[in-house]
């Protein structure tokens, strides 16, 4: 069964006006046959009725005809049209057009209506005969009057008719199937302007579904608006809690970190290194928790070159460190500012803390794919391919000469994955260090 309404609608209405038009076709073609053959049979008995009222006995006792009917058919050899007058005991008195051939007639009784039917007496000449038994007056002998006609004009009406019935009934079919596509298309468009406002919906483009459909339809786009506003609400309030109980946690965190501080043994040490550790799980979890609470706000959307130039001045005060960027301006993140800049934000302050003291920021879009990407390079060491996979593990960190938690490109990598993007590490061809690729999705009136 396909899974399209609009195939299954149309595969119903096809199979449906098929069955009813080959029924219906069966039928009216029987009936407009049969109305043909009785008017065809009709005629022959005008003819027949004609011989019976002109037939009298003649002095030898003899049948004959008073007087010739009138088509000049029943003249001609072989003409098609033939009668034949038969009693027992005598030489039938026939036609001329029958010439050496006769009809043979069947057992009748006196009294009988006239009979119609087919006969293949004559070889590649079929005929339709009309008879009738018939006691003439001045005659005790039983009369059997016979007209015969040729079935080919017959045959010819019936498959004209039959060839018309079938190219009618196969247009009014098509017909028939086109009505039921343009209904089906037109039936299911509110269907369709659902799907496109939900994509809208997703992509940042609106908040909610618009509520002018029809009256069908209205309880389910009533429903999906409900569903959206409580998946929210619930999103919020789960990234509330996430953050209640980070900062809860923090303040008895941060006083055991000062009582451990304060003294200088093997469990003071223990206690300072886990709680660090602690502390990195709880910012690490904090940031997806946020992450993906902001991420069910679909309409959301982020301009990125303002949100670059404000980290650009952020990370060169904090750093000696000049910071370029390029590419393309007018971009726009589908997702929320704060998330955009806490992912850039750790890319550009690695490349300033671990590079040489340049750093260059690349923005591209590519509006077929839906998404645009931004590279960022420094000037630094570079990471080895084989330790590249490392640094995205929680509390990796390649260089411990220099502070940080190792939480960022873990950070970085799990709030892209939540958006639907990627990270990617390589080494930069204009400064030789490492090169960070941040793949993320394209706000929607930015796409083709």
């Known amino acids: 069964m396909s899974r399209s309404l609009t195939r299954r609608m149309l595969a119903i209405a096809a199979a449906w006006t098929i069955t009813l038009l080959v029924i219906g076709g069966f039928f009216l073609e029987r009936a407009v046959s049969n109305i043909i053959v009785r008017n065809f049979d009709a005629q022959l008995e005008a003819v027949l009725n004609a011989m019976i009222a002109t037939a009298e006995i003649g002095s030898a006792g003899e049948v004959q005809l008073s007087r010739a009917l009138g088509d000049q058919r029943y003249q001609e050899p072989y003409s098609g049209l033939y009668w034949q007058i038969s009693t027992p005991g005598q030489e039938p008195y026939r036609s001329r057009s029958l010439w050496d051939r006769a009809l043979t007639p069947t057992q009748g009784k006196i009294g009988d209506d006239m009979i119609a039917y087919d006969s293949d007496a004559f070889p590649g000449e079929p005929l339709r005969i009309v008879e009738q038994s018939i006691v003439l007056p001045d005659s005790s002998l039983i009369f059997r009057f016979q007209v015969a006609h040729s079935r080919a004009a017959l045959n010819a009406q019936l498959v004209s008719v039959r060839s018309t019935l079938m190219?009618?009934?196969?247009?009014?079919?098509?017909?028939?199937?086109?009505?039921?596509?343009?209904?089906?298309?037109?039936?299911?468009?509110?269907?369709?302007?659902?799907?496109?406002?939900?994509?809208?919906?997703?992509?940042?483009?609106?908040?909610?579904?618009?509520?002018?459909?029809?009256?069908?339809?209205?309880?389910?786009?009533?429903?999906?608006?409900?569903?959206?506003?409580?998946?929210?609400?619930?999103?919020?309030?789960?990234?509330?809690?996430?953050?209640?109980?980070?900062?809860?946690?923090?303040?008895?965190?941060?006083?055991?970190?000062?009582?451990?501080?304060?003294?200088?043994t093997p469990l003071s040490e223990t206690v300072r290194s886990q709680l660090g550790v602690m502390g990195r799980h709880i910012d690490h979890h904090l940031a997806r928790a946020r992450a993906l609470g902001r991420r069910a706000i679909v309409n959301a959307r982020a301009p990125v070159w303002h949100s670059l130039e404000a980290l650009q001045r952020t990370v060169e005060r904090m750093y000696e460190v000049t910071i370029d960027i390029d590419g393309v301006h007018d971009v726009s993140f589908r997702g929320e500012r704060q998330d955009f800049e806490e992912m850039v934000g750790n890319l550009i302050d690695n490349a300033a803390k671990y590079g040489g003291g340049r750093v260059f920021v690349t923005v591209a879009s590519f509006p077929d794919e839906g998404v645009f990407t931004v590279v960022v390079e420094d000037d630094g060491k570079g990471v080895t391919k084989a330790d590249r996979a490392a640094l995205f593990e929680r509390g990796a960190r390649l260089d411990t000469g220099k502070p940080g938690t190792g939480l960022g490109l873990a950070i970085v990598k799990d709030v892209a994955e939540i958006y639907g993007g990627s990270v990617t590490l390589g080494k930069s061809e204009d400064l030789g260090g490492l090169a960070v690729t941040l793949t993320l999705p394209l706000a929607e009136n930015e796409r083709i």
């Open 167 to 264: 190219w009618s009934l196969g247009v009014l079919g098509l017909g028939l199937i086109g009505l039921a596509s343009a209904q089906a298309t037109y039936g299911l468009w509110p269907l369709r302007r659902i799907r496109k406002q939900i994509v809208q919906v997703r992509s940042g483009a609106s908040k909610r579904v618009s509520t002018d459909f029809p009256t069908e339809i209205s309880p389910l786009v009533t429903e999906l608006n409900e569903l959206l506003e409580h998946t929210e609400n619930q999103a919020e309030a789960a990234r509330m809690h996430a953050g209640n109980l980070a900062h809860a946690l923090k303040t008895p965190m941060a006083i055991l970190i000062n009582e451990a501080t304060r003294q200088d």
